[in-house]
């Protein structure tokens, strides 16, 4: 199959006082048609910026270096002209964020905002918009859509909030939906209605989602494919049910023992030593080495990208044969 | 007194907020916490667990007298704590301190570590002047960092590290309690453990009695001995750790203990969705305040109509006119 994304050697820095931030350093990798993939990983890991990145939403003293490609459809999305690019934007591939109140219009109602994204992107009527509003608040699962269509962003709660983000997303049927951290804020029931909502929706709609979280239990819920990111990197990429059963990559497995599980034991689980270091000040070779317990010297120098077992590759020299000479 | 008496016992408290509804128009009630009761056996855990509009951020402010309650009774060390004046309150805060869920904002962003530790100490004249620079040492040994910490601003700290500090300034005044509001809820996954071992040890260490409030469950499970779960303002049920993870007497604990997303792709399918969302704790409704999205299959009526006690069911407190049966759907995680 062709892959629908693919993201190549995507490098995007920031200069900062503090010296250049090499918030996302080398990351490839691809999404096929109907296909969830998680991008895991804590903060500062680099899970965000890769998605600003692929919709070209950097602002300087961000840059994305020229070497690095992001593919749509099979077109370079990071040299298109920007007419082309808003195409892409919302009818190609969508996004949504965590904090939905944020990212909607206070004086606007739902409807208004979810009309514009139509507006934008095809030539219709009013009350071709309308309808299509109105469709996709049912869809994605707001009580009495033909009353909320006149709702205020004030006047829902969060949950309804982020499904008119969503429906905002979606209006235009993008192929794929890029979804950043969609229930951090959010309590845990409607966690899981959302959830089983975008679940759902990316089976009935046929499209391909990125879901970038901070939760492991969150991607074993959706994705078919996690990669787990860390300082800029992914250092390990796998079918979910492979990643969870056998992590490649020592820092997969120290979050996977690190994440409190209710049949797990009842005191605090081991916790990985030291914290995320910053962007500017990446360690040499392995950037996970000093925090790592299995780290030796060879891990000064960087490891590449190995092949664990049938669609696993991980960044870790543990998993190198035997007398590699690299 | 013996050790195995509670440190503190909460009795009916009820916190009501005025909301205005805009002017000439008789302001709302919102029904913060109606009607709790808890006690925590001093050298132990207990863990408060809801979402938002629960209750449960307002009744930790009023355990430790941030907020005045309306009603009910605050006991502590057989102190009570509603009828201090002034003075004896002042003392009193020193035995119960808060620490709360943002490191970031719970800290002066002009003011060095060493300070901000310093500070408590001095407010409560617990050290000589020339004292309190060493107690500030030892205290941020304590917590894990080192001394050279003092000199440093909290912007130059990890968030993790930030909440270590939190916790440090909350010790400086020796206190027997702490009430932990989502104390780790903001900190990256691998940073959480540590800092939850670091609140074991300095409870095995000193004898502390916790407080500890969290929306998660898998959380509280590693900490508590015993666990109680609000909904809207009332406590659905309290029990021992041991017994309400293994069989949650109240529907609304099995949902929640079956929302908790596992980091397991094989039990995707163990999972029961609650419809709708929690009502505002402006309209609670009518009858048991959970009957609109109680996935119970005896669910009936009387549920519409008459408001469950809390009772007691085997050493367990709950909620529920029907928790006799199971609460548990066949869509629950296996034991």
Redesign the interface.
């Known amino acids: 199959m062709t892959p629908l994304l693919r993201v190549q050697d995507l490098t995007t820095t920031f200069d900062t006082p503090a010296g250049t931030a090499r918030a996302v350093d080398g990351v490839s990798f691809s999404l096929d048609p109907g296909e969830t993939l998680a991008l895991v990983g804590?903060?500062g890991s680099g899970k965000t910026v890769t998605a600003l990145s692929i919709l070209r939403l950097i602002e300087p003293p961000g840059r994305i270096h020229p070497d690095s490609r992001v593919e749509f459809d099979g077109r370079d999305l990071l040299t298109l002209s920007p007419r082309d690019l808003r195409r892409v934007r919302g009818a190609g591939i969508a996004m949504i964020f965590q904090e939905p109140m944020t990212s909607l219009n206070p004086v606007l109602t739902v409807g208004t905002q979810i009309g514009e994204t139509v507006e934008a992107h095809e030539s219709v009527t009013r009350a071709e918009v309308r309808d299509r509003t109105v469709e996709m608040l049912r869809l994605v699962g707001i009580p009495d859509p033909t009353r909320r269509w006149r709702s205020y962003p004030h006047e829902l709660?969060?949950?309804?909030r982020q499904r008119v983000m969503i429906a905002m997303a979606l209006v235009c049927r993008p192929r794929v939906l890029i979804a950043d951290e969609p229930t951090t804020a959010l309590?845990?029931?409607?966690?899981?209605?959302i959830?089983?909502l975008l679940r759902d929706l990316a089976q009935r709609l046929d499209m391909a989602m990125v879901l970038i979280t901070?939760?492991?239990?969150?991607?074993?819920?959706i994705a078919d494919r996690v990669a787990v990111m860390y300082g800029g990197r992914i250092v390990e990429q796998a079918p979910?049910?492979r990643l969870?059963a056998h992590p490649a990559h020592p820092y997969t497995e120290?979050?996977?023992q690190?994440?409190?599980?209710?049949?797990?034991?009842?005191?605090?689980?081991?916790?990985?030593?030291g914290?995320?270091p910053p962007a500017t000040a990446w360690p040499d070779g392995c950037r996970f080495h000093p925090r790592c317990t299995h780290a030796w010297e060879r891990c000064h120098t960087e490891p590449p990208l190995i092949d664990v077992a049938a669609g696993q590759t991980a960044r870790c020299w543990l998993r190198a044969a035997p007398g590699d000479p690299s | 007194m013996t050790t195995a008496d509670p440190l503190l016992v909460v009795d009916g408290l009820v916190k009501r907020f005025p909301v205005s509804r805009g002017w000439l128009r008789k302001p709302d009630t919102l029904h913060a916490v109606d009607g709790v009761s808890l006690a925590i056996p001093r050298g132990q855990t207990l863990g408060l667990v809801g979402e938002s509009g629960s209750g449960k951020s307002t009744l930790s402010r009023c355990v430790v007298r941030l907020l005045t309650p309306d009603a009910g009774r605050i006991v502590f060390d057989g102190v009570e704590v509603l009828a201090l004046d002034p003075r004896a309150l002042r003392a009193f805060r020193r035995r119960i301190q808060i620490v709360f869920q943002d490191p970031f904002g719970s800290l002066n962003p002009r003011m060095r570590i060493g300070t901000a530790v310093r500070e408590p100490i001095e407010i409560h004249h617990l050290a000589p002047a020339g004292d309190a620079d060493d107690r500030v040492t030892a205290l941020l040994r304590e917590v894990g960092l080192d001394p050279s910490f003092a000199e440093r601003y909290p912007h130059e700290l990890s968030g993790g590290q930030r909440q270590r500090v939190c916790i440090a300034r909350a010790l400086a005044v020796e206190p027997e309690c702490l009430v932990l509001d989502e104390p780790v809820s903001a900190l990256d996954v691998s940073v959480q453990a540590q800092v939850l071992t670091l609140l074991r040890d300095l409870q095995a260490r000193r004898g502390l009695t916790y407080l500890f409030i969290a929306h998660d469950l898998a959380v509280v499970r590693q900490m508590a001995q015993r666990v109680m779960v609000m909904y809207l303002g009332r406590i659905v049920e309290d029990a021992l750790a041991t017994r309400l993870y293994r069989i949650p007497r109240h529907p609304y604990t099995a949902a929640l203990l079956s929302a908790v997303p596992a980091p397991d792709p094989t039990r995707r399918a163990n999972r029961i969705v609650l419809p709708g969302e929690p009502p505002s704790p402006m309209a609670v409704p009518p009858g048991c305040a959970f009957h609109p999205r109680c996935p119970h299959p005896r669910k009936d009526t009387r549920c519409e109509r008459e408001s469950p006690a809390l009772r007691d069911l085997d050493g367990t407190r709950v909620a529920c006119h029907y928790a006799e049966e199971p609460a548990r759907g066949p869509a629950a995680p296996a034991p």
């Open positions: 804590e903060s709660s969060g949950g309804m309590d845990v029931t409607i966690q899981a209605q959830l089983d901070h939760d492991l239990g969150v991607a074993a819920e979910t049910a969870y120290g979050l996977l690190a994440a409190p599980r209710l049949d797990g034991p009842a005191y605090p689980t081991p916790a990985i030593p914290a995320v």
